[in-house]
Every structure is written in C-alpha cells, then in structure tokens.
C-alpha cells in the first residue's frame, strides 16, 4: 500500500475525484474565489472550537434525528445545492438524490443542474429542495418556481450571495473559463480533448437537456466552454429585499435564504419572510477574506432567535465539524464539495456512503460528549473560551 | 550516516518501530481518531508551558521518587495500559512489565493484552495494576475483577472514554479494520501476507492463549483480522457513574478512573471513591477536537483538590514535559505510545533505554529549573503568563 | 498542464517574470531587507482582516472612480515608483505609463528610471507623478525639480524611508551589488554574461539617455554593475524635515510623501506642507521589522484626519486587499512590484492585465461587500475585532 | 547560481560551516537540547518586536560605539564564549580573538578552549574576557582565576546555567558523546574516520597544549571522544549563590554572570556582586521549554535597574535583533553560535566579515529608526504593544 493515509472520508473521496476527474472540472470543484482564504478559514477555524469529552454517561441510545421545517431528517446532514453536479457522473443529480433519501435525508436541487426538475421529480420518493438564482429575466425565475411547485418541491433555497461572481483564478489558469490568450489556450489543449470525452463519457455531451433547468431560457447552455462566462452574464447583481416579496407570493411554500453570513443580512432576511436561513459564503467561491461560515455562525444565530431556523454550509468535513456547528446553534448542517467528491469518485453508492461515515462519525462524538439527542446539543458541549 | 536527526528518544523509537512493524499495526499504534486534531494538539498544548530556568541553587543531590496511592515509585512516569502490545513482540507485555519493575516504576497490564493476567503475575516480581473495560457482559467484567485479585494486581484503573470507539480513519485505510471494499482489499494484500508472517514471528498465530483475559469470553478473539470490529461490537455504551459501586465493591483494592477530561466528571469521579484520576483523551483515539491533556489538566486538578491524586496520560515525550505536567498538579505521567514505539523497536531494552532516558531528562531539566525533589515542583516551575 | 495553479494574477506574472529575467535582475526586484520580515508581514497582515459579506443590496451599478489629489482616477489603484523598471522591458516606463493612463489611473515615474522625464513627457497623453530621491548634491534634485515642472508633472512624490540603503542579502548574494569575494564572483560568472546580454536585449547597453533622470549628474551611471553601490554613495542621510520647505517652494505643486509609517511623521508630514501621504516601508526593502503596511495605517490615518489624503503602497495583490486599505482609511493604493512582475512577463500588455484584474476584482469584491461606490467603504465593510 | 538565497549572513556562514565539518562536530554547534523549542523561541521571538520607521531625521553621523563595563567598544556586539571553537579552526580562539579586536569589540575565551590563556594573552593586543566554569574541583577554579588574573583578563564571565549539562539528542545520534549501541557506532564509523583526519588537520591531534586551560587538570582531555561525557562528569551542580563570595574575592576584577533568564536570579545575582549579567539560556542547549532571551530579557532589566549592565546573548542573527534587543534594555549582545559559523567557514576572515555585517546593519538599522547613537535607543523605538 502507498501513499500517505487520509484523515478522512471526504479526503479520500477528494484523491478519487482528482484522478478521475478531468482537471478543469476538478478545480472547479475544489477551487475557491481570489486567494482562497475564507476556502482555507472555514476549515481551520472549525479546529479552534474544542469539545468536551464526557464519560459514563448512558450513551447506548443515540438519536440522531432531527426537524428541519418541520420535516423530519435522519441525521442533522443534508446535500446542498451544488452546479453543475451532472458533469461528474452519468445523471449526477439523480444518483445524489437516492443517496440522500435512502439516507433519510434532504437534497437540494441546483438551478444550474444537468437533471432538470421533471426529471428529479419522477424518480424522487418524496419532495426534494429546489435551490433558486434570480436572473436577470425575472420571467425565468417566475417560470422556475412554476416547476418547482409542479415538481412538488418542499422548500425553495433562494441563493443571495452571487450578485457577481467572484474571481476564481484556478478557472482561468485551468480554460474552464475565457480569458486565456493564445499561449494558455495552447497549454491546456490536450486537456480539452479530454474533457469533451469526458463529456460524452458522463452523457452529456449532445443531448437535449442538458441542463435541464435553464435550458428554455439559454440557448447555447449547451456548450459548456461558454458556461462559466455565460452565469457572470445572466445573474442580476440589482436583486435586493424588495425582491423577496414576489418570489414568496410566487412560490407561497417555506423559503430558505442560503448565504447569510452576517447579523444585519439576517435579521433582515427574517423579515422578509425567511423561513430559514444558510449560513454560507459560498464554499469560499464569492466574495474572499470573509469570516468563516462557522466563525459567523454565532451571530447569526443570536439576530435571528427562535424566529427562523439556522443551517450552516461550508467547512465540514466530519461528524465533529456537525456537532461544533450544533453546539453554535445550527439546526443542520448541508454539505457540497463533500458530495460531489464522494459522487465524482464512487457515484451513488459515494455518496451513500459519505453519509453513512457522516453518520457514524456523528453518533460516536456524540456519545462521546455523553450526549444521545440532537436536541440535547448546545454551547455546554463546548470547552469554556475557545468559542472566541 | 544518513537521514536527518531526531529530536527524541521517542521519535527514535517510533522510526524504527515503523521500519519493524507490518503497516496496519504501526498504523494503529501511531494513528488517532477523525482527523487526528487532539493527537497534535496533545504535543504542541506541552509547547506553550514555558519552564523558569533557575540557577546557582544546589542541585547535587536530585531524588525522582515519588508515591503514588501509597507505592513508592522510583520516578513520576510509569507504562499506561495500551492493547495489543504483544502484537509487537513476542510476549510484548511480559518484556514491559520487566523494564518497568527494573526501573522502580509501575506497569499497568491491558484488558487487551495478549499476555494473561496469571502470565504476566507469574512472572512479576511485585504487585501490578490491572486495566479494565466494561463490557455488555458485566458476567465478563465480574470474572477480570475476581482473576486481577487472584493475581495480586495493586490498582484497578477503570478506562471510562470508549463508550464507543472513535473512528480512526488509519485503521479503515490500511485494512485493519473493515470497510474496505474488494479494491481496497485487493491493495492491501501484500500487507495482509506481511501481516500473518509477523504473527507467526511474534508467537501469536496459533497460541491457544493468545488475547489471555479475553479468551474465556471471545471464542473469535484468535482472529486478529476481527478484533477491531468485535470491540467496537462488545464494548458497552450505557455503563454510567452507577457502575462504579459495584465495580468498587467487587475490586476493594484502590480505584482509578481513566480518561477524566472534565471538571464536572472529576468531581464525580471523586464522589464516586476514586482514588485516582487520569487525565486522558485516549492518546487522541477518541473524541477528536476535545481539550489536549495539558491544558485540561488545571481544571481537573483544581476540581479534584486533595481528594484524589491526578495522573497524566497523552503527549507527553520527554521529561521536560513530565516537568510541566508536575508543574500543573499532576502527581505522575504515564506513557503509552512511547513503550509501544519502544518495545516494537527493540523489546525489553527499547523499554528500559526509554525509562533510562526520560529519568536522565526528568533528572536533568529539575535540577536546571533549581530543584531537586519531586514534591517541590508546582507552577512556581513555570514562567507566568503561559499557562494561559 | 504542469505545475500548481497560482492564487492571483500577480503570482502568475511573477512566475513569467522568474522565468524571463536574469537572475541578478528578478531577485533585486523580488527581495527584500535583511531578513525579509516585512516582506512577509506587509502580505500577512491583510489576510487578518476579514470583510463582511452582505447580500441583496442592488449593485448593478459599481463606480470605482475616485478623486486622488482633485484628479479623478477610474480606480483607486496607480502605479508607484519603481527603480529600473527600464531593465526588465525596451523603454519599460513608457508602457508601464501607457498602460496606466489607458486604464484611466496614474503612473510615478522614479527618479531612478531609464526612461528621462522629457521621454515620458513627450509619450505621455496627460500630466504623471515624478518620484524624488534627495541626494547629497541638493542642486541635483533643484535640477531634477525643474525638469518636472518642466514636463508638466502633476505631483511630485518624495521618498524619505531610504535616507540609508537597507541591506538586501539576496542582491550580495547574486552579485546585483558588491561584496563578493573572488569565489562569489566566479559563481555568479555565467549570469553575469546573461545579464550583458540581456541588457543588450532590453536596449540599454550604450544608450546615451540610459538612466535619463541621473544622466547629467552620475557620470559612471551606465555602468550597471555599479549601480546599487552607486545609489548608496549618493544618497543624503542627513535629509531632514527642514529640507522639505525649500523643495515646496521650488517645485509649488502638490506634495506627496512616501515612506510614512508612523503617526508621529505623520503628523510632522502634514505640518510640512504635504497634501498626501504614502503610507510604505518601500516594500519590506529598507528597515526590515517595522509595521507592516496595513497594520500602520490606521493610525496614521487617525493623526493626519482630513489633513492630507493616505495611500497605501506594499503588500496589495489583489482587489480584495484594496477594499481592506480603503475600510481603513485609504484613499486609494498604489503597487510596486506587481506592476514590474507585469511588465517583465508580458510588457504593457501585462500591466494593462493586471490593471484590468485589479478593477475586476475590486468590483466584484465591492459588490458582494453591498457597496457601488469607493466613497461608501469604511470600516463598516470589516468584521469588528478583526483590525486588531 | 544554483540553491536558494539566504536571509542572512549568518545563514550563509552556516551553510558553508555545515559543508566543510565532520557532522559530529556541526551538529553539536548548531543543535540544542530536547526538543529544541528553545532554539526556536530564541529566534521567533525576536520576529515579534517590530519597530518604528522613522524618517527626515538627519542621520549623517551614526556612531555605533558604547560602554561596557567601563570599556569602550566601537559596537554594542561582541563575541560570547563558545567551547571547543578550535576544533573548526586551527588556533580558532586565536583566529576569533583577532577578528573581535580589529573590529575594535570583545572577545570571550572559554574555559573549554583549546588554546590556554596564556597562547592568547601572547597573541592579544588588549585585555580579552574570560569565561569560567566552576567544576568539582574547586582548586581548578581557582587555578583558572589566577591564570586568567595573570593573563590581565578584564572581565570573568561565569556561566551558571550548567549546573548539569543538557540533553542533546543530535550529539547521541551523531557519535559526538557516547550512548550508542554497537549499531549506531557502526553507522558513524566512517563519521569517526573522517574525524580524526579533520583533528589532524586542524592541528589538534597529539598537540601537548590541546584544551589549555583545563590540561592540567583533566589527563585525557586530549581523547575527543570522551569529552562530552567527561564534562558531564566533572561539572559540579552544587555550586550556589555562596560560591560567587570566593569567586569574587578571587578574581578582584569586573565579574559577569552568564545564564539569567529570571528576575529573581537576576536580583540574587546583583546582591552577589556581578557588574554585569548575561540573559541567556546557552543558546537552547541546556533546559529546553524556558523562556526565550529576548522574551526574559525585560524583565530582568526591570529587576536589575541602575546595579548592573545587562547583556543578551541568544538568537541575535543580525543587527535588526541588536538593535530589539537595545530597545528592551539590553547594554549589548554576544553572539555564539554565529562567529563559530563564520570562524568555519572563513577563519578569522569569516569573523571579520561577521562583525563588519553586523556593524552595517545595525548602522543602517539605526539611521532607518531615526537614530544616531546607541544611548538614544530605548522602547520608544518599538512599536507600542508589540512587546508582548
């Protein structure tokens, strides 16, 4: 055996996806916006947080259920809203899903998905999550929710945090996006060849609905080398809170505000009708040099009371990163790399089995802080001054 | 002379142990649970203690002897229990066990040794202490009780942080335990072939008493490839505070709680007639992202008072930090880790040349910190400020 | 594609930059003082600061232009001065000027420039800076003075952090400046060739206008390879605030000081005379050790108040870093090194690129931050407690 | 040019000591005891001072000399004692002793030197400083006293912090003391080989006058092997305050005290008589984990007041460190292992080249501070809260 060994599931399934994954796509993936210090932040700043051990307690029991807009989750772990998933695998969306259900767990389905919404509904069990981006054309968005609601979705995750896109510089090195001169175009070449039979390989390459859900409104969604610049395009940076009004009339269900990062945003987004609200910056893909999902995280929870639920995304990587996240107040935790990784690397059975750890992992740290329900979980789990 | 120098008698060891020793064992020994946070933080928490460098006190005449409940040891660091360390060397425990007593310090016999209780007390030259794990079978814990008395055993030191086993990515990785699908098995093959090679070498395949105090209960306890998984299926994660009277009354002899990292649990583990604590996060193979042992060790200490003696157990890898755990109450360290590296590197002298060492350390950084016994060494050792 | 992908547009031309220039050259631009604390700290520091993330406030409409000394600029961001920029591309300060004045900013021209003042006048489509060294010979900077009047210079910017060379390990090493005993030289032998080469090349060997500011007053200024030990002969330690009266009255126009890195000058600067202050340790290049750039700037922006306008010069690489100095209290920054990178590797092409990345990411950063306007940043745009 | 640039001249030395000595003998100059935190701390700790640019101050005349015990040095750094300086060098205290005298500073024989007191005093234009260990045989001692008396030392340095000697690792690795089993010699035999041709070399084997000024006392001092073990043996940890009464009234001259890092050492040590202290931890060889020099050094200054001059000697890489070390309180600094580098590498053309660097770089250090003499440096030169 060689090589060095991993410190955990999402790493091992992150060397898989590497090696298996054509390069530009893999960066894209793994990659965050400008520096990439908040990619680096909402890792270690989950480190500082230190539990305490706590024995003889009857632990033999553990729960790790819990509610989430009422609904009912197997374990406090659910997949967030990732793009472009279906380029990792053969209809990538539907192989998540079934991992997250049979898991007893939420999905959320991406705006920007290679599944589109039909699709997903006729092969769910039970509703999924549609996660929303406002374009410029609000008719898109309006026609969107109309799906989503046809599809029968449980609740609608309106991203707040892209009004622009931040500058990933992995992308322009890699040619997943323009801005290469003739010399980068000429170095990533070979590379191309291999994603285009990569394309083909995964199912996407020719057929009519490739991303499913924007595929009415965008004529050349087909063509994937013109994706990247063809979001920074289409997103309308004027959408504001007045915006909110319309989209709830619209879509009338319970509605999440994903990438919430700061105590002004969320009291506002409590106002406007939030339901719930995810803690997020986006994996580290907007706006760098920001606080760390898991540093903001109190804040938040603090501005918004008993009025809105908490979720957080972004950084966790463990079951222990899930039970410091609890212990701050999140009522959840979502995870995107993570999955697509484990679905890059190993498909749905990746998938299911990155939950599966996820799982295990949290009911052991939970047994041992001596604690056996999710609800039991609070800032006492945590040793005294290390929370800042 | 090749390679780059060691800053260690430990690491010494450790280097050689992994040339030795079959990868899944070392892999075992060295690794901790999750992502391994609290093994480092066990080492680098001792880095922060800054000692006072006193000078032109008359430090002739240095005394290393201390008493721990009631027994005179010959210095403040004696062998922890650590399991399956006859997997490193042919009757591993018995080799320890005679370096410990050689040196005039304690050796503490594992639950899961490979050596039995009556082996090793036939061979003993004078009382010594006996770890246990309760498991399902109270029936079990009930019959190790009743043979450590027959075997003369001075302390019972009762192991209370693996109410369930912490996950330790290492052991998933290199085959130790299961989880491996057949790619995973298929690359460690060869190690497998390694692995049963060793056994034969180190007397364990085939050995009707192999795992001596588990035999009676574990009929697949000779199947190493199990013993992993069987642990995690045996252990008992409802044994709670209560356990401990009958426990108390079943042994009579001095109790000694193992894996105390909390104030709250120390307090109780007093009222609940421990003689003994030890301050221990299971050498960082339990709840990953808890305290280090060093700085949890105050606390501990303070909630104990005179009530109990505290001990130390995790990171500590020389005398200097033997010195600063002193300095913060604790009464003694023992080692884990250390032995294993050092009885895998070279049996019964590796044990004794690392007892050698740490006394000549101990020895050394007392007298330059201007003291010369045991019982003066208290946080006046340390420069103020950097406790924390 | 081969190597690791780099975090910024400035590491990427900086990489070109290395690949392209003779040695001597790239580490002379590259390093730093002594031990190059400050180099390090003058990156460090910004990435302690974290920015707050804020969503659905319309920023469809972002203006990067400010007002630098009554003139607009189309973005906060110029180009400092940078000696010997003319080594690294043919008559390097004029495209460095283009690009500059094409982006809709300001370029300073150094004094130590190959590039005269009449030169750049003639090229120049609008009114630049002029950097001021005073040298011993103060009828040299009188002279120098006037030839900036002469070409219409808008401000003059006097650097008074190099009253005394920094010692700049890299450039002994290297044999950029003396100091090496016969050994050193023969090492250095082969390089020394390429770089007469390369001069050849860059179209400065035996050009009567090379070093066009010091032609008249240096007459062994085309000799290169004296060049460093040159500068450090002629420049005037004993400069002090009483100079800066008689070079006001000479020159008349706006004022610009730089090389402030403590309050106390500060205050000194603006009783002086000076409408603008640059807040720089000359890039971690003179004393090393000292503040870093963003760390002392806020307190020189508290002493000065609405007195004199602050820039920031060090450290800056990327958009991200130029929102942090304008929170604090910036005006606008200037670049050094990320310019010269760019010139190296791809000429005024390259510095157009990174003036075009520059204003990229310091829109998107100032959008997702739920501002449109420079004249909005303040330090509410930072997370409380992390300036500090 | 190949290989990297070095941050320091003492770095350069280093690089060229480590190629040109048998390992022993670099390994047991450049390591420290333990773990070597200590060394480490020594050096990061200086990095955490930072200090105040300050400019048009005139800077002209700096003049770098000052007063030390009543002596005029022409700068505040001189070299410390450092044992066994004439293995690197044939006659190397010589060649050390030269180098500080024309550099117009001071020079420390050790007691452990290989030239005697009396080769130096016939070699020395001026009175040099002697360091005395004080051993089991108190008639030693004072037989060094009296030798060194008439050698017309200055100053007597006794060194206090080796009361026992500390633990260095890389020496038993290395062959340099004993310990090693028949392997670990076996490894360093061809070390060994090479070792015995660099004695020759230097001029040490079978000389009568090798290790002067213990020779008399210790029969086999002339076996290198055997050395570190016999110092071991022969330092007595007895000594205390007492002893320092028959030293002083021996000796009548100036004493010094090396090997305070505590107040209330250096407090007892002002009461003993010393004129002067020396901060000092041995370089992190004697008891690793205490403070670092520059860290222990304020408050030894603030215990010490007016009654005595305090020196640092530890971690000073150059004369940006000088000058911290000043700003804290500091009279001057020693250095060790630096000129021992230097003395490697280049004789005592390297210690010229050392003192000449250091001379320059505090000289520039101080005119970018805005200073001009060394009685002007004091905190003011800091920057406020970096001090801790």
Redesign the interface.
């Known amino acids: 055996?060689s090589g060095s060994?991993?410190?955990?599931?999402v790493e091992?399934y992150r060397v898989l996806a590497r090696k298996r994954l054509p390069?530009q796509l893999f960066?894209f993936i793994d990659?965050g916006s400008?520096?990439?210090?908040t990619v680096a932040a909402n890792r270690t700043d989950f480190?500082r947080?230190?539990?305490?051990?706590?024995?003889?307690?009857?632990?033999?029991e553990v729960d790790l259920s819990t509610t989430v807009l009422g609904e009912r989750w197997s374990l406090p772990i659910g997949l967030g809203p990732v793009g472009l998933a279906g380029l990792t695998r053969r209809r990538g969306e539907l192989q998540a899903l079934r991992a997250a259900q049979s898991a007893g767990t939420q999905f959320c389905l991406s705006t920007v998905a290679l599944c589109s919404l039909e699709e997903v509904a006729a092969q769910s069990r039970q509703p999924f999550w549609f996660q929303l981006y406002i374009m410029r054309d609000r008719g898109f968005a309006r026609e969107l929710i109309g799906r989503a609601k046809a599809a029968g979705c449980r609740a609608l995750v309106l991203t707040?945090?892209l009004?622009?896109?931040?500058?990933r510089?992995?992308d322009v090195?890699?040619g997943m996006t323009g801005g290469l001169d003739w010399v980068g175009r000429a170095?990533?070449a070979?590379?191309y060849a291999r994603r285009w039979a990569w394309l083909w390989d995964v199912g996407v390459q020719g057929r009519p609905h490739l991303f499913g859900n924007l595929l009415s409104a965008v004529p050349n969604a087909r063509r994937l080398s013109d994706f990247y610049q063809f979001t920074r395009a289409n997103w309308?940076?004027?959408?504001?809170?007045a915006?909110?009004d319309w989209i709830r009339s619209e879509w009338g269900g319970p509605l999440v505000i994903k990438?919430?990062?700061?105590a002004?945003?969320a009291t506002?987004a409590v106002k406007a009708g939030a339901q719930a609200l995810i803690v997020s910056?986006h994996g580290g893909r907007?706006?760098?040099?920001?606080?760390s999902t898991i540093s903001s995280l109190p804040a938040v929870v603090q501005a918004v009371g008993s009025d809105a639920e908490v979720l957080l995304d972004g950084g966790v990587?463990?079951?222990?990163d899930v039970l410091?996240a609890l212990a701050l107040g999140a009522k959840a935790c979502l995870v995107g790399r993570p999955w697509i990784y484990a679905l890059a690397a190993r498909g749905e059975q990746g998938v299911a089995g990155l939950l599966a750890?996820y799982r295990?992992?949290l009911?052991?740290?939970l047994?041992?802080?001596g604690l056996t329900r999710i609800a039991d979980v609070d800032r006492n789990a945590l040793?005294q001054g290390t929370t800042r």
Chains 1, 2, 3, 4 share one sequence.
């Open positions: 055996m060994l991993l410190p955990s599931i091992d390069r960066e990659g400008f520096a990439e210090e480190a947080l230190r539990l305490r051990q706590r024995v003889l307690r009857p632990v033999g707040v945090d009004a622009v896109a931040g500058l510089h992995r090195q890699t170095r990533v070979a590379d309308d940076p004027s959408v504001s809170w915006d909110i990438g919430i990062l700061d002004e945003d506002q910056n907007q706006l760098d040099g920001v606080g990587r463990n079951g222990i410091r750890t295990r992992e009911e052991i740290s047994a041992l802080a040793v």
